[in-house]
């Protein structure tokens, strides 16, 4: 998930969150390569509308087209 950078900054703008933290996901990536069940695994930011945010940019991301079917993903955002 590297390039999401512009992501992760926009949704820290727009949600005011200055603080620190840390953010990890776990998602699926179906057949087509698209995200499915995006989920806060962990969180420490003390910004709901933030993760939110990641979350949603996070659904926009376009995998390659996985071998097997379904795979299963991670994706650790540190805020600082």
């Known amino acids: 998930l590297k390039g999401q950078g512009n992501a992760v900054r926009h949704c820290q703008q727009t949600t005011g969150h200055t603080g620190g933290g840390q953010l990890d996901l776990t ?14 695994a962990l969180t420490t930011t003390g910004n ?15 995998f390659p087209k996985p071998m097997g079917g379904v795979r299963d993903g991670t994706w650790s955002v540190r805020f600082v």
């Open 27 to 40: 998602f699926g990536i179906s057949p087509e390569g698209k995200v499915v069940t995006p989920k806060v």
């Open 48 to 62: 709901p509308k933030l993760d939110a945010c990641v979350i949603q940019r996070l659904e926009r991301v376009q």
